[in-house]
T-cell receptor, first 113, second 117 residues
Framework: DQQVKQNSPSLSVQEGRISILNCDYTNSMFDYFLWYKKYPAEGPTFLISISSIKDKNEDGRFTVFLNKSAKHLSLHIVPSQPGDSAVYFC????????????FGTGTRLKVLA | GAGVSQSPRYKVAKRGQDVALRCDPI?????LFWYQQALGQGPEFLTYFQNEAQLDKSGLPSDRFFAERPEGSVSTLKIQRTQQEDSAVYLC???????????????FGDGTRLSIL
């Protein structure tokens, strides 16, 4: 049972344009969501997070949107840069639990110069 | 170092051998997590420690998997009688503390890539 889903395995975007990565979840009890970025042969690196009490969080070029009614979140990268090319993982957690993360399967973003 | 350190980076073992994977969390981090990442998948939770206490081991796939953190710092994940399906990247993560409202993101190491022949 995949509780966190990233249905697009890959995405290509031109440099300077917006990248939109999507994530859906099934467990309405999740109350904290994160995006991680992963380069080959490295561990995931924290990018941005959002609490379920918010619907938007912004950090520089990165914005995460949360739509609780649709159980959907998205990561927007504007403008996209070649260095953003990586695999992006969406993760969710229950702050009342042991804080383990439930990850999606990832989306490989390629930003074309 | 400043980050989570894992060793070895790569481990090749024959089926049936025992392996031990080490994780050095960020100094002072109370919480430590182990994840398993199969090829083309996202990391999957294995087990969680708060200091030396193993509070959740619900993700360990079988009793061949064992983790410990005896002094609340370094952790070791041991896999006994390895099988081919154990081949994966094993990631360790740490965070400063857990608790309602803390929401401290987990910091990941670069992982150990385990290949079972």
């Amino acid at each position: 049972d995949q509780q966190v889903k990233q249905n697009s395995p890959s995405l290509s975007v031109q440099e300077g344009r917006i990248s939109i990565l999507n994530c859906d979840y099934t467990n309405s009890m999740f109350d904290y969501f994160l995006w991680y970025k992963k380069y080959p042969a490295e561990g995931p690196t924290f990018l941005i997070s959002i609490s379920s009490i918010k619907d938007k969080n912004e950090d520089g070029r990165f914005t995460v949107f949360l739509n609780k009614s649709a159980k959907h979140l998205s990561l927007h990268i504007v403008p996209s840069q070649p260095g953003d090319s990586a695999v992006y993982f969406c993760a969710a957690t229950l702050s009342g639990g042991t804080y383990k993360y439930i990850f999606g399967t990832g989306t490989r973003l390629k930003v074309l110069a | 170092g400043a980050g989570v350190s894992q060793s070895p980076r790569y481990k090749v073992a024959k089926r049936g051998q025992d392996v031990a994977l080490r994780c050095d969390p960020i100094s002072g981090h109370v919480s430590l997590f182990w994840y398993q990442q199969a090829l083309g998948q996202g990391p999957e939770f294995l087990t969680y420690f708060q200091n030396e206490a193993q509070l959740d081991k619900s993700g360990l796939p079988s009793d061949r998997f064992f983790a410990e953190r005896p002094e609340g710092s370094v952790s070791t994940l041991k896999i006994q009688r390895t099988q081919q399906e154990d081949s994966a990247v094993y990631l360790c993560a740490s965070s400063p503390r857990t608790g309602v409202g803390s929401n401290q993101p987990q910091h990941f190491g670069d992982g150990t890539r385990l290949s079972i022949l």
